[in-house]
């Protein structure tokens, strides 16, 4: 059987029910007045959980993992390669290079494999501003973000347009099917100015979905910021190249403050 054959049968054998949604955005998505900018971030939301749990529960089911036994899901490196792997084999190829701290995610790596599904879809693992309203002259509740990990895409977090995210609520509402088009996947781009460094923690930034997707930096991992050539791809002039780079040297001070 085919791969499109086998993906036509997933609405026969996969149960609803089995899709995991916090109650509390579930709230926040009635409480919001319909057609408000509060209501279309939260439906936003739900629809990206919604695919991530489908992702996470088809990757656990045995019937509908199509790559299970494959060379793509029991793939391990090569003598020539396993000094590139000290730790060993990757637990999946399906992988967000920021999202795999498989160890404190509810449902492992399988959540993982979600994270990788929402960048293949929306161009990236979608986020948003969890920060207090008046805690600082940007938050803005209302805003969407999504952490790409593409080829020719930069990797920082970037804050979609909102011309990008009313695309994408037209497309979600559209009584069409399938729509007559389709704004996804997103890919960040000199038009997306706001953007966030994924070195700094999330509770620094305070873009994020959950507190557990992604463990505070720690004095081993790198920092693309303290390179020393000018990066005008991943930030969009040289003073914000420049201003990232300082916040790069001034963790790095922290961590060499901290007690052993």
């Known amino acids: 059987m085919g791969v499109l054959q086998r993906a036509q049968q997933l609405p026969t054998i996969f149960n609803a029910s089995a899709l995991q949604v916090d109650a509390e955005l579930i709230h926040a998505y009635q409480a919001a007045a319909p057609g408000s ?39 391990r490196p090569s003598e020539d390669l396993r000094n590139f792997y000290p730790k060993g084999p990757l637990r999946t ?7 795999h701290d498989y160890d404190q995610y509810p449902e492992g ?13 929306f161009g990236g693992v979608v986020l948003f ?26 990797y920082r977090i970037c804050r979609l347009l909102e011309d990008q995210k009313q695309q994408l609520v037209q497309f ?29 923690p999330i509770e620094t930034s305070g873009i994020y979905r959950d507190k557990w997707e992604r463990r505070p930096p720690s004095a081993d991992d790198g920092d693309m910021r303290r390179k020393d050539v000018v990066d005008t791809f991943n930030y969009i002039s040289e003073e914000d190249w420049t201003a990232a780079r300082l916040r790069g040297f001034e963790q790095k001070r922290k961590f060499l403050r901290e007690p052993e």
């Open 172 to 200: 979600l509402v559209s009584d069409a099917t399938p729509p007559p088009t389709c704004p996804l996947p997103f890919r960040g781009d000199r038009n997306n100015r706001q953007r966030v460094d994924p070195e700094e």
């Open 129 to 154: 501003d969890r920060r207090q309203p008046g805690s600082a002259p940007d938050v803005a509740p209302d805003a969407v973000y999504i952490h790409p990990d593409l080829r020719n895409v930069t």
């Open 109 to 121: 790596v399988a959540d993982g494999v979600g994270y990788w599904v929402e960048t293949r879809i």
């Open 37 to 75: 900018q509060a209501f279309h971030t939260r439906l936003i939301e739900l629809v990206v959980v919604a695919v991530h749990q489908l992702a996470v529960c088809l990757f656990k089911s045995t019937d509908s993992n199509l790559h299970r036994d494959d060379d793509l899901g029991t793939w």
């Open 93 to 99: 190829l399906f992988r967000h290079t920021w999202y």
